[in-house]
């Protein structure tokens, strides 16, 4: 069978298979009139099963229950902050807060449902669209969808982009996909999928994780190393290339660190640690700043040295450092005396 015939053949399954049963999507895209209730991340998960799996671990899926901003609110009430951690709709520049599915945070329709109608950054190759789409919404390609939320880090992002071509947010943190906008998971919806052509878009978890993979965003500089067998003196030059403060954001303490490991045979033997910055003191853009680490351990015979930039959250957030940067070289192998 040629494949224009298996095509067509294919299409006709796919629309008995519609009329034999499917249900209409069209409740994800309206709003009850009082907004006490509304679409669920997990039934745009049904169709968009990969996207779903990255939002549900991200950030944005955890805003509402993060155990710091719980904390925060339980101690200050922050009422004020509802319309960013659960926001009805971002797009229009709304931020009110939604009072239905609250512990999804930043949820599917806070980015892409507005008047009624499904926004994204491409256009669709669907056999057909089970709810109103708005293709091709650029808003998606620029930091704007950011801004409406990350508005001090946002103003930073404009004073150092005036004249210059600079990443935008979503190339650091969002990583490049080529995949279908929906996922089949049965017969039926397999078989609508098969209509789909591959798309370059954006992962859904928005992290912090990706910027070792921008290896410009930042330049370290061993310029001092002083080294005898139970301590170490390293001195490291961090050049901050980011378009935004270090660290940035409003809410939550924050803290960039740099941490100095000495290696033997690829085993730790001597680790270090000092402040880069902090919310209080932070690294403005095209920065530099000079940072001396303190090394204790049974040094001899180590034979690597890496350095790493990471940043820290608060305690109470329950959140894990992230690596920002990192960078080894090789040591003269130190003699026992």
Known sequence: MSKSNLNIALFHFVVLAML???????????????KVDGPAASECGSCHIVQFGEWAGSVHGQAFVNPGFQAEIA??????????HVPLEVRGGDTMPRSFHRNEGVTCIS?????????GPHASSALFQPHPVQEADRFYLTVDVCAVCHGETYDEYQAVQAGRDVATCQECHAAERRRTASQGSNIFSNALVAFEDDVDTRSHDISLDAMPHHPAAFRLAVLGLRVDENRAT??????????????????GAKSIRLEVCFLRDGLTVGTGGALVCDEQQALMPGNMKMVTVDVKGVLTGADTLEVRVERHASPESKRPEILLAATSLPLPTMRPR
């Open 75 to 84: 101690a200050e009430g922050g009422d004020e902050c509802l319309g960013c």
């Open 111 to 119: 980015c892409h449902l507005s008047q009624g109608t499904m926004h």
């Open 234 to 251: 390293v001195e490291v030059e961090v050049n901050h290339r980011l378009p935004h403060n270090l660290p940035t954001g409003t809410f």
């Open 20 to 34: 034999a049963g499917c249900t209409s999507f069209n409740h994800l895209t309206v709003l009850p009139s009082d």
